[in-house]
C-alpha cells in the first residue's frame, strides 16, 4: 500500500481515529484502551439504549472494568453513536460484533452487517481489524470480498487484519494491557501496521503469517480449555462410581511442576465463548474436511451433559437424608458461569435449576450479581442469602462460588450442602456432599 509510512506515523502519534464496531464486552474494552492509549475513538453499536446508556456514562456492559470506562471517558477522547457514518475519516475500523450460533450453525450476519458500514465509508490508507471470534477463512473470505465491493483492493488500498480478542473476564492477573495480541494480516505489510496499533495499547505482540492462523490459534485456546474441563468433568463422573474423591486426584495431578495444567470439574460450561467458540471449528472441519473433529465433539457432550448430572447428584444427596426431589426446597448459590463475574450467558447453573424444577423441586437462588432469573417461563427473584432460607432449604446446592459468601455461615446454617466446586473442602464433611 502507498501510505503505510504515513499511516503507521499516525498510529506512532496516536493521532488516527478509530471507528470501534460493536459496543459489548470487546469493543467497549478496546475503546476505552485506544482512548486511554491517546487515540480519538468512536463506539458505533446498533443498539440504541446501549449506545444511550454509555453516552450518559452508564456502563451496562458486564465485565468491562468500571475505573477503565471512567479513565477513558475523562480523557474526552471517546465518544458514542449509532450512525455509521461515523465510520468515515477515521483511519482504523474495528469489528467487535457477536458471532452466535443459529441451529448449530455459525451466525455471521453481524459481522457481514459491520463490515457493509465499513466498507459504505472505507478510503484508501485504512486498516480494517476483525476482532470478532470466527473460524479460520472468515477474514480471507468473508470480510475481505465485502470490502472490495467499494471497489478499493486490499493490501493495495487498504490494510487488512485479524486479531482475537482474548482476556479472561474478572481475572486479576492478567487484563488487557498484559494479555499478549495475537495479530496476523492479509500480507506482512498489514500484520505490520496491525501489530504497530496493538503495540500502543498492550505489553506483547504475536504477529502470526496469516488471517487464517490468528483465527485459529484463539479456536485452539477455547477448544482446549473445552476438552480439558470435559477430561476433568468426565473423571468426576468416574471418581464417584469408583468411590475415589477428584478433587484430591486433581489437586495431586497438580502439584507436578511440569506436564499437567490442572482444571477443575463443575456443572459444566458457560460464558460467551467456550460453549460456542469451538462448535465453530467442528463446524468447519465437517464443512471443509468432511469428518469430525471427534476429541471436541465429545467434549461438548460431556460437558453438556454436567448440569443433569450435578441435578441428579443433588437429587441423591437428598434421597440419602431420606427426603424425595418433588417438594424439596433447594436454594442453589451462585447462578452466573463464573465466580465474581455478572454474566449468565449459556450458564450450566440455569440448566441445573430447570431440571430441579422439572422434578418437582421448589427452587429458589442467591446471586450477588443477579435480580432474577428465568426459569421454565417464570421469572424466579432472587433470594435473599438471610438464615431462614438457608436453615429452610432442605439442599444449599453451591454452583458458582463467589468470594463474597461466607462458607462457614452457609455451613453453620444450611442442613445439606451440594458443593460443585470444592469450595468447602474438607470443612464440615458430614453435611457437605461434594461433585
Ligand atoms: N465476551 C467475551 O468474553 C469474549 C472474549 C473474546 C472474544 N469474544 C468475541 O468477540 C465478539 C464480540 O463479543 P462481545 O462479548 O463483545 O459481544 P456483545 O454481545 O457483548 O456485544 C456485541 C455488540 O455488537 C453490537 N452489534 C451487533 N451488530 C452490530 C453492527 N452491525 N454494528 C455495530 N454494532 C453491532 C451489539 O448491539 C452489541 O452491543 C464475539 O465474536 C465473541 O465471540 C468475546
Known amino acids: 500500500m502507498k501510505d503505510t509510512a504515513r499511516l503507521r506515523r499516525r498510529i506512532l502519534s496516536r493521532e488516527a481515529p478509530i471507528a470501534v464496531l460493536g459496543q459489548g464486552y470487546v ?9 486511554q492509549a491517546g487515540f480519538p475513538v468512536v463506539g458505533v453499536d446498533v443498539s440504541e439504549s446501549r449506545i444511550a446508556d454509555l453516552q450518559g456514562g452508564l456502563l451496562t456492559v458486564p465485565g468491562v472494568p468500571e475505573e477503565e470506562f471512567r479513565s477513558a471517558l475523562a480523557t474526552g477522547r471517546l465518544s458514542f453513536t449509532t450512525s455509521s457514518d461515523a465510520i468515515e475519516g477515521c483511519e482504523i475500523a474495528l469489528i467487535c460484533v457477536p458471532t452466535p450460533l443459529r441451529d448449530q450453525v455459525p451466525d455471521l450476519s453481524h459481522v457481514e452487517a459491520a463490515t457493509k458500514q465499513v466498507a459504505d465509508h472505507l478510503s484508501r490508507a485504512r486498516l480494517v481489524i476483525l476482532e470478532s471470534t470466527t473460524y479460520p477463512g472468515t477474514t480471507d473470505h468473508l470480510v475481505r470480498p465485502i470490502l472490495e465491493s467499494s471497489g478499493l483492493s486490499a493490501d493495495r488500498d487498504f490494510l487488512l487484519a485479524y486479531s482475537p480478542e482474548r482476556i479472561d473476564p474478572g481475572n486479576e492477573e492478567f487484563g488487557f494491557r498484559t494479555t499478549p495480541r495475537i495479530v496476523g494480516g492479509t500480507s506482512p505489510e498489514a500484520t505490520g501496521v496491525a501489530t504497530v496499533f496493538y503495540e500502543q495499547l498492550v505489553d506483547k505482540v504475536v504477529a502470526l503469517t496469516s488471517c487464517r492462523a490468528a483465527e485459529l490459534a484463539k479456536l485452539l485456546e477455547n477448544t482446549f480449555r473445552h476438552v480439558n474441563i470435559a477430561l476433568v468433568n468426565e ?5 464417584q462410581e469408583m468411590g475415589i474423591d477428584v478433587w484430591e486426584v486433581t489437586d495431586a495431578a497438580a ?5 499437567f495444567m490442572s482444571f477443575s470439574p463443575g456443572p459444566g460450561v458457560g460464558g460467551h465463548c467456550i460453549p460456542l467458540d469451538p462448535t465453530y471449528l467442528a463446524w468447519q472441519v465437517r464443512r471443509e474436511a468432511g469428518h469430525q473433529f471427534r476429541i471436541l465433539e465429545q467434549a461438548e457432550d460431556v460437558n453438556a451433559q454436567m448440569p443433569a448430572y450435578v441435578a441428579s447428584r443433588i437429587g441423591e444427596a437428598l434421597n440419602d437424608v431420606g427426603k424425595p426431589v418433588r417438594g424439596a426446597k433447594i436454594l442453589i448459590l451462585g447462578v452466573t458461569y463464573k465466580a465474581d463475574v455478572g454474566d449468565l450467558r449459556e450458564s450450566p447453573a440455569l440448566r441445573v435449576m430447570a431440571a430441579l424444577s422439572r422434578r418437582g423441586a421448589h427452587v429458589a437462588f442467591h446471586d450477588p450479581f443477579v435480580d432474577a432469573v ?12 438471610t438464615q431462614r432460607p438457608v436453615a429452610s432449604a432442605d439442599c444449599v446446592a453451591l454452583l458458582t462460588p463467589h468470594s463474597a459468601y461466607d462458607l462457614e455461615w452457609i455451613a453453620e446454617h444450611a442442613p445439606l450442602i451440594f458443593d460443585a466446586r470444592n469450595a468447602f473442602a474438607a470443612r464440615h464433611v458430614s453435611k457437605v456432599i461434594r461433585l
Open 374 to 385: 428465568a426459569l421454565n417461563g417464570s421469572t424466579v427473584p432472587r433470594t435473599e442469602l
Open 255 to 259: 502439584t507436578k511442576p511440569f506436564g
Open 235 to 239: 473423571m468426576a463422573i468416574l471418581c
Open 27 to 35: 469493543g467497549l474494552n478496546v475503546a476505552c484502551a485506544a482512548a
